[in-house]
């Protein structure tokens, strides 16, 4: 594949993901957190097959697309259903378990996938979630119990559903197209202006809506706007740090795929250790000391 096929391997799963991702909440807390969890599981295993069987790079980057769907469904199910089935006391190191086993995979993911590639092949990447799709099926069935949304009681807001998917994708593509192409382009400036202006109709559906899928009334607490600008910040620059540093040690100073992902272990070990106790921590003197410390330790990192 072209520079621009490769972009669109590894950012045609984020635009269906990001664009799909509330819906899958949604459909978690009317349908079944466990069965829509179950589901997205299962669609992304059956799109791996498609990916790692693709002929050529349009099919592959087609089933990436496909991938993506599974993804924003099983994504909101896992952090709910810890929610929903932890007791609070238990919640924090819970969560700071998710957490770091979320960071551990994204850290180790670089590391298998380069040994993958350099032992057998680049397909076996997608090959090898078939088994740990298995496995979680599995776990999911036999220890997870289901759970819904009680305060749901309406259809499904299909308006907003519809509105939130439009702006998600409109501005996800906007960012990963503008870079190449510019904002003068005829496609990115399209797709800005229908996820601007589905946005905006988006806030206005919902503030209307007797069943809105997001209720904007969240946002007034100021602890939990901060705690999602603060989630995003951080996300977003060790997302980046990931994917570029793996890029910078193979293509600027010639690592292998293998040697490229091990650079990444002592991150894995240190986020393994220390991210339960720091939601135990953070269940013992509250979320304000380290949400603020994290941050900054971040930053002096980067």
Do not use: K
Request: hydrophobic share 55%; glycine share 10%; charged share 10%.
């Amino acid at each position: 594949a072209d520079v621009a096929g490769l972009q669109w391997i590894i950012n045609g799963y984020l635009l269906t993901l990001a664009a799909l991702i509330l819906l899958g909440g949604s459909l978690g807390d009317r349908y079944g957190r466990r069965r829509i969890f179950n589901l997205g599981v299962i669609w992304f295993a059956v799109a791996s097959v498609l990916c790692a069987v693709a002929p050529n790079a349009e099919i592959l980057i087609a089933a990436r697309v496909v991938q993506g769907i599974g993804g924003a469904l099983l994504t909101p199910g896992s952090l709910a259903i810890i929610e929903a089935t932890f007791q609070p006391d238990d919640r924090g190191r819970a969560i700071g378990a998710w957490s770091a086993l979320g960071g551990v995979a994204a850290a180790i993911g670089p590391l298998l996938g380069g040994w993958l590639i350099e032992a057998v092949s680049w397909r076996a990447i997608f090959f090898i979630n078939l088994p740990i799709a298995a496995f979680v099926v599995w776990g999911a069935a036999r220890h997870v119990p289901e759970t819904r949304d009680p305060t749901i009681t309406g259809r499904l807001d299909f308006p907003g559903s519809a509105l939130a998917s439009l702006a998600l994708a409109g501005l996800t593509f906007t960012v990963i197209q503008a870079p190449e192409d510019g904002l003068d382009s005829p496609l990115v400036l399209a797709a800005l202006i229908v996820g601007l202006a589905s946005a905006v109709a988006f806030v206005f559906v919902e503030r209307r809506s007797p069943e809105p899928m997001l209720p904007l009334s969240i946002f007034d607490s100021r602890q939990f706007s901060s705690a999602n600008v603060v989630t995003f910040v951080v996300y977003a620059a060790m997302g980046g740090v990931f994917f570029f540093l793996v890029v910078f040690l193979q293509v600027s100073l010639g690592y292998s795929p293998i040697a490229a992902g091990a650079a990444s272990l002592p991150i894995t070990a240190l986020m393994l250790a220390f991210s339960p106790r720091a939601g135990a921590l953070a269940q013992r003197i509250g979320p304000r000391l380290p949400l603020t410390l994290g941050p900054i330790g971040i930053a002096v990192g980067m």
